[in-house]
């Protein structure tokens, strides 16, 4: 239907230029205008192709629009890089620039700075799926490439059966609804009503997030980057002086000494009242074994045994 009107358009605007009638200029570049254009552009190039920029012209508002992103494949794509950068600074500036240029952003960061070693940053990017191929070029230029992975994923049945589950539900809620406007029965029965439509709800809010995030995915392509500095080992400083060596060594000598002390006297103060406790249950026992023994002993020798 919208891609007649725009042929119908298109063939008014040939017989005004050729009769001199002037065209409003406001009317021209209406978003309705806009998006006829950019249907009869399709139309003339034989199809609607996925994340086109026709496609992305057209209104959000259109029905015919929101058809048309329905029947393209969706596909959700990733993509990993990974690159050496000469000067990583230069490149870490470079691609705040390349994220602000293709409208991106980072959905996550980290940059290691360790000393005496490369300095590496990976990033997990989101881009337009209509930018994607501009902004690898741009991300490529960064540094030398060592690899790269690109996949993609179509979504578009999971996407088809979770938008007519959400229609169902949707549909469900409603008649829940009217039910419960309609009901004059017993509380129990209003309650269980109430309850129901309080499940559906929540199914309808869990599909309806689903749906962001699967949009998400396609509207916007991730790509997981990983820069490493191009890294020049430098020479190591001299080794101390004799001197400052054996000063070193004296002082880890003596703070050896000191944790050793320290140590004993912490053994003596956690183990010396279970050590004086054991002591004093058998000293009684051991007294009485040893007079015993002296006994006998002095009997022995009594008797010349």
Do not use: C
């Amino acid at each position: 239907m919208a891609a007649k009107e725009a042929s119908r358009i298109a063939r008014a605007r040939s017989e005004e230029a050729a009769r001199g009638i002037s065209v409003d200029t406001a009317s021209v570049n209406s978003p309705n205008t806009r998006g006829l254009d950019a249907l009869s552009k399709l139309e003339n190039a034989g199809g609607y192709a996925p994340g086109s920029a026709q496609l992305s012209a057209l209104p959000a508002s259109w029905p015919e629009a929101k058809e048309l992103r329905l029947a393209a494949p969706m596909i959700a794509r990733n993509v990993s890089l990974s690159l050496f950068a000469k000067d990583f600074d230069s490149s870490r500036t470079s691609l705040d620039a390349i994220l602000a240029r293709h409208s991106g952003y980072a959905a996550g960061l980290n940059v290691a700075t360790p000393q005496g070693a490369a300095r590496t940053l990976q990033a997990s990017l989101r881009i337009p799926a209509a930018q994607l191929a501009a902004a690898l070029g741009e991300l490529k230029a960064l540094g030398r490439l060592e690899a790269e992975t690109q996949n993609g994923e179509e979504v578009t049945q999971q996407h088809a059966d979770l938008v007519a589950r959400l229609k169902n539900s949707r549909e469900t809620e409603k008649r829940l609804q009217d039910v419960l406007r309609t009901r004059t029965g017993k509380v129990k029965d209003v309650l269980e009503v109430e309850q129901e439509i309080a499940r559906v709800r929540g199914e309808i809010e869990q599909m309806e997030a689903e749906q962001k995030t699967l949009e998400h995915r396609v509207d916007f392509s991730t790509i997981d980057l990983k820069l490493t500095e191009d890294y020049k080992a430098q020479l190591t400083s001299p080794a101390p002086s004799i001197g400052m060596q054996l000063r070193n060594a004296t002082i880890n000598g003596f703070r050896s000494a000191a944790e050793g002390v320290l140590g004993a006297v912490l053994f003596i103060a956690e183990s010396g009242p279970t050590f004086l406790l054991w002591l004093a249950i058998l000293f009684l026992p051991a007294r009485m074994l040893w007079r015993r023994y002296q006994r006998v002993y002095a009997l022995s020798s009594s008797l010349g045994v």
